[in-house]
């Protein structure tokens, strides 16, 4: 198993793996808005475009033609930053350590590209994920509205120096 990059034959594992972490990780959300959300956001159009931009990576982890693990990051240069923007386990394969091999390799790919902080945001709800992140050093410093499909939520804006 190892973290490979996402290719265009992935989209529909790849759609299945976020629609599986979202209704584990935003039960607070409604479904009917994480559904229209991924819909409208995760088109196939889209996703190829994440492939074919090159300020973006996007990353799995595969396990026997199954991908178990998902990261998206995301160089932003308007603003000078470097973005973890998408980064979800399947629920049955959380806390095997696939997270934390992700997150440090997108820390390598931060460094290698001389940023000296990586950021994200990450739902106030999202407990578990704030405190995985904040033992990471994490620290976060604003809060955004974020809408995922008619829900709004609160996104706790972050970065971790490298
Ligand atoms: C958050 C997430 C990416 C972490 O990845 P992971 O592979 O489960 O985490 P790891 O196994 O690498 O965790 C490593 C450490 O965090 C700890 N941990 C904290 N919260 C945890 C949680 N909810 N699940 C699993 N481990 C957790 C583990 O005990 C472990 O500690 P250790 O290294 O001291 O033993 C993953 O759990 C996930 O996809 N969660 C749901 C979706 C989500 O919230 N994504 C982030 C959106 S902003």
């Given at each position: 198993?190892?973290?490979?990059?996402?290719?265009?034959?992935?989209?529909?594992?790849?759609?299945?793996?976020?629609?599986?972490?979202?209704?584990?990780?935003?039960?607070?959300?409604?479904?009917?808005?994480?559904?229209?959300?991924?819909?409208?956001?995760?088109?196939?159009?889209?996703?190829?475009?994440?492939?074919?931009?090159?300020?973006?990576?996007?990353?799995?982890?595969?396990?026997?033609?199954?991908?178990?693990?998902?990261?998206?990051?995301?160089?932003?240069?308007?603003?000078?930053?470097?973005?973890?923007?998408?980064?979800?386990?399947?629920?049955?394969?959380?806390?095997?350590?696939?997270?934390?091999?992700?997150?440090?390799?997108?820390?390598?790919?931060?460094?290698?590209?001389?940023?000296?902080?990586?950021?994200?945001?990450?739902?106030?709800?999202?407990?578990?994920?704030?405190?995985?992140y904040k033992k990471l050093g994490f620290v976060f410093v604003?809060?955004?509205?974020?809408?995922?499909?008619?829900?709004?939520?609160?996104?706790?804006?972050?970065?971790?120096?490298?």
């Amino acid at each position: 198993m190892k973290l490979r990059n996402c290719k265009v034959t992935d989209y529909g594992q790849v759609v299945e793996l976020l629609r599986l972490s979202w209704a584990d990780a935003y039960g607070f959300i409604p479904q009917k808005d994480r559904e229209s959300f991924l819909k409208t956001y995760y088109t196939k159009e889209r996703f190829e475009q994440f492939l074919e931009n090159e300020l973006i990576e996007c990353l799995v982890f595969e396990i026997k033609k199954k991908i178990i693990a998902w990261m998206r990051l995301e160089e932003i240069p308007s603003y000078g930053e470097f973005h973890l923007s998408s980064i979800y386990v399947l629920p049955n394969s959380k806390g095997n350590g696939l997270g934390t091999r992700m997150i440090k390799y997108a820390f390598e790919v931060a460094k290698r590209k001389s940023y000296n902080k990586i950021w994200l945001g990450v739902m106030e709800q999202n407990l578990p994920a704030l405190e995985w992140y904040k033992k990471l050093g994490f620290v976060f410093v604003r809060k955004e509205p974020f809408k995922m499909g008619e829900t709004e939520v609160i996104h706790l804006i972050g970065y971790k120096k490298l």
